[in-house]
């Protein structure tokens, strides 16, 4: 089993490449897929071969990332003679020869159209109690792996018709899940568990979610739950928030008050629109922001995982190099992630504290890109 060298840079701990980025076989809703599906041990293999290259130290999957699933078997995994234990003993044996650990386990309940019109506040309280027991299976799956945190995205959880949504409800709905997440793990005894965290997104695949912003989750979480300090908040940077043109430093810095930020899942995005999911720092915009998200984490003494969650670029999919292109990717988000850490350790001193706003900005660019600002003040001046 291999032994991977910490990653220690500023604010993070570890960085996390998850199954479902590195599969992504980059179809978009005007067009096929680019990529072929690999079988996940495939994928696993990738990531692994990542890690012997000091890329990453973590990984974390959905359940249907690694294994089908089928309804009607909903505890195969319990089965040592069924196709899903034997791939997910495969996988457990692959990332533990490889020295990966799992950061978080999360259920999809947003591929499979029984869950069309939800997932834990779908109406049909059969379809619930289905999900119901894809959580409870991800979180056995998680168990297996020795998944740290279980994460419930708020997936297909959402409306476009506001007359049809059972408004007094949803809500407990969700609630009755999340506290039965925490008591499945109580009772079984699922001690790898260390907390479970809510990923809010505005919209998208619904017209509206219910738990659109992290301020939202957090007064879910303080509100609803009833053990709140069992559960926080992994927001999506820039993604999620940018989606609805929040700021990625109000964000941490709201979440790190409130002892709720877990962990962050990181990427890149254009301001207002659809959910990018661009590599990190790659599209027109959004360096400053993340630069200046991670000084503020390390400024506020935050000490965290940062797991990638975008894909590749829909054209920089390879049809004929399969491997080498999704290789490349995970190279990428990695070296984005070196460079945006040393960027915001350039950040570092109270140099803006007798400035003025615009000044402390122009010269926090300067410092960023490693300009003198005495050169730049004579190039200014023309002397
Ligand atoms: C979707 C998204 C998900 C979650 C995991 O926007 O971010 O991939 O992170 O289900
Ligand atoms: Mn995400």
């Given at each position: 089993?291999a ?15 998850p199954?479902?980025?590195v599969?992504?076989?980059l ?5 096929k ?7 996940s ?5 990738i990531i692994c ?6 890329l990453?130290e ?9 294994v ?31 020295g990966?650990?799992v950061n ?7 591929t ?6 939800g ?5 049909d ?14 979180l056995?799956i ?7 945190y ?6 297909r ?9 059972p408004?007094k409800?949803v809500?407990?709905w ?5 506290d ?12 790898n568990?260390?907390g ?11 017209g ?11 007064g ?20 999620h928030e940018?989606?609805?043109?929040l ?8 979440l790190?008050?409130t002892?709720?930020?877990f962990?962050l ?6 301001k ?11 599209g027109p915009e ?6 200046q998200?991670f000084?503020?984490?390390d ?13 590749m670029?829909?054209?920089?999919g ?8 999704r290789r ?7 070296t ?11 950040l570092k001193?109270d140099w803006?504290?007798?400035?003025d ?26 002397k």
């Amino acid at each position: 089993m291999a032994k991977l060298k910490p990653f220690k840079s500023g604010p993070v701990t570890a960085r996390s490449m998850p199954f479902w980025c590195v599969a992504n076989e980059l179809g978009d809703p005007f067009g096929k897929t680019v990529l072929e599906h690999l079988p996940s041990t495939e994928v696993c293999k990738i990531i692994c071969e990542a890690a012997a290259d000091g890329l990453i130290e973590m990984t974390s999957f959905h359940d249907g990332d690694l294994v089908p699933w089928d309804p009607k078997k909903p505890e195969d995994d319990l089965d040592k003679k069924s196709e899903a234990y034997g791939t997910l003993q495969e996988i457990k044996g692959m990332l533990k020869e490889a020295g990966l650990t799992v950061n978080t386990a999360t259920c999809s309940l947003h591929t499979n159209p029984l869950f069309r019109r939800g997932g834990l506040t779908n109406p049909d309280r059969k379809i619930r109690e289905l999900a119901r027991k894809k959580v409870e299976r991800t979180l056995r799956i998680g168990n297996m792996l020795g998944a740290k945190y279980f994460t419930y995205w708020v997936a297909r959880d959402g409306f476009e018709v506001s007359v049809k949504v059972p408004w007094k409800n949803v809500h407990q709905w969700m609630a009755d899940a999340l506290d039965g997440v925490f008591d499945y793990i109580q009772a079984n005894k699922l001690t790898n568990y260390k907390g479970g965290t809510i990923e809010p997104k505005p919209n998208e695949p619904r017209g509206h979610m219910f738990l659109p912003t992290s301020g939202h989750a957090v007064g879910f979480i303080c509100g609803k739950l009833k053990n709140a300090d069992f559960w926080g908040v992994n927001p999506e940077l820039l993604q999620h928030e940018s989606m609805t043109l929040l700021n990625a430093l109000n964000t941490v810095s709201f979440l790190v008050s409130t002892g709720k930020l877990f962990f962050l899942h990181f990427g890149c995005q254009i301001k207002g629109q659809f959910d990018n999911d661009f590599p990190p720092l790659v599209g027109p915009e959004g360096l400053k922001e993340t630069v200046q998200m991670f000084w503020l984490l390390d400024e506020l003494r935050w000490k965290g995982v940062v797991e990638y969650d975008s894909h590749m670029l829909r054209c920089e999919g390879d049809p004929d190099d399969q491997i080498g292109c999704r290789r490349k990717f995970v190279r990428n988000a990695s070296t984005a992630l070196t460079v945006a850490l040393e960027l915001a350790d350039r950040l570092k001193g109270d140099w803006a504290k007798d400035l003025d706003e615009s000044e402390a900005d122009i010269l926090g660019i300067m410092k960023m890109c490693g300009l003198s600002e005495k050169a730049m003040a004579d190039k200014t001046r023309k002397k």
